[in-house]
């Protein structure tokens, strides 16, 4: 049985397909990489340290301003290209409060099916092509983390979801940063590019989005990680199955021990953050906005509250009801 859902339809399972089911492109990533990636996002360094980076910067741009009945306002948000779900699993429990609605979109039906435990309970999961989203206008929040340097399109990637985003909606990107750090294992994961804060100001461009924050991180880890992979390519690697192998070893969860001295370096990374500008990292976080129409803006003057922002309606000198939540 299916039900219909805006241009989705839900399965028994719980998840939402379009009419036609897109297909996942493995030439881009690996559908292997999932059973590895469901291991480790929970409990490595990486995953753990990128999270908590992550976290302050969602707590730092978004506000749920009281509407007008004085109940506190939400915001929906989607995990596009989640794989198996574990940022919204740590986001859901680190700020439960914050997102009213919550998603995961994949075009990788193995991986929504392996998300299902992790985030079913509180998350709808949707198969979805980036490259052909059916939304308009329909979130506040997107994220899209490690995900388009695998894409050759990225671009219009941005553009899709620029479409799906409500004006002055905001989009959280992290990529691997910087080509100064492209290694052998770029290659094997399928990357298509690294990206700096140039290259993030000319994605805005392109797709009509406006950059309002961009930082490196993994600062403090970047010139171990470097050596380790500069100077620590395996020989004679040429069949698919010695990759996937290889990648199996290296992607493991380290000791408990160093995986956990790793995971409070870069915890100190993420508070430091807050104060100064980390210099390099090996990788990067933009947050994009969605320009508001000009109308919109050109008719409202924001006034800043320890809560968020107040429009005030210069007709009026009053506030008016904002139609969306607000984002700063």
């Known amino acids: 049985m299916l039900r219909r859902s805006e241009e989705y339809f839900r399965e028994d399972c719980g998840v939402f397909i379009p009419e036609e089911a897109p297909g996942h492109r493995d030439e881009e990533y690996d559908p292997w990489t999932f059973e590895l990636l469901l291991r480790m996002q929970r409990d490595h360094f990486w995953y753990r340290g990128r999270h908590k980076f992550l976290i302050e910067a969602v707590r730092s741009a978004c506000a749920s301003p009281e509407s007008a009945g004085g109940r506190r306002r939400r915001l929906s948000a989607v995990d596009m290209g989640g794989g198996?779900?574990?940022?919204?699993?740590?986001?859901?429990?680190?700020?439960?409060n914050l997102f009213e609605e919550l998603a995961l979109s994949d075009s990788s039906r193995r991986a929504l099916d392996l998300a299902g435990p992790v985030v079913g309970a509180f998350a709808?999961?949707?198969h979805s092509d980036l490259l052909d989203l059916r939304w308009q206008d329909r979130w506040d929040v997107v994220?899209?983390?490690?995900?388009?340097?695998?894409?050759?399109e990225h671009v219009n990637v941005l553009r899709q979801v620029r479409q799906c985003l409500r004006p002055g909606g905001l989009l959280f990107v992290t990529t691997?940063?910087?080509?100064?750090?492209?290694?052998?294992?770029?290659?094997?994961?399928?990357?298509?590019?690294?990206?700096?804060?140039?290259?993030?100001?000319?994605?805005?461009?392109?797709?009509?989005?406006?950059?309002k924050r961009c930082d490196y991180?993994?600062?403090?880890?970047s010139p171990a990680l470097y050596?380790?992979?500069?100077?620590?390519?395996?020989?004679?690697?040429?069949?698919?199955q010695e990759i996937r192998d290889h990648l199996a070893r290296t992607h493991r969860i380290p000791p408990r021990p160093i995986n956990a001295l790793l995971e409070g370096v870069f915890s100190v990374e993420a508070w430091l953050s807050r104060y100064v500008t980390i210099p390099w990292g090996t990788s990067i976080l933009g947050v994009f906005e969605k320009p508001r129409p000009a109308v919109l803006r050109d008719s409202v003057t924001e006034v800043p509250l320890a809560h968020g922002r107040?429009?005030?309606?210069?007709?009026?000198?009053?506030?008016?009801?904002?139609?969306?939540?607000?984002?700063?």
């Open 84 to 96: 198996c779900g574990g940022w919204l699993e740590y986001l859901h429990m680190q700020a439960p």
């Open 143 to 152: 994220f899209l983390l490690d995900v388009i340097e695998h894409i050759p």
């Open 124 to 126: 709808a999961r949707y």
């Open 217 to 221: 991180f993994m600062f403090f880890l």
């Open 310 to 328: 107040v429009a005030l309606d210069p007709t009026t000198s009053g506030p008016t009801t904002a139609t969306t939540p607000t984002i700063i």
């Open 227 to 240: 050596v380790a992979r500069k100077w620590g390519k395996p020989s004679q690697l040429t069949t698919e």
């Open 176 to 211: 691997p940063a910087l080509q100064f750090f492209w290694t052998y294992n770029d290659e094997f994961v399928r990357h298509q590019r690294r990206y700096s804060r140039r290259d993030f100001e000319n994605l805005a461009q392109a797709a009509d989005l406006r950059l």
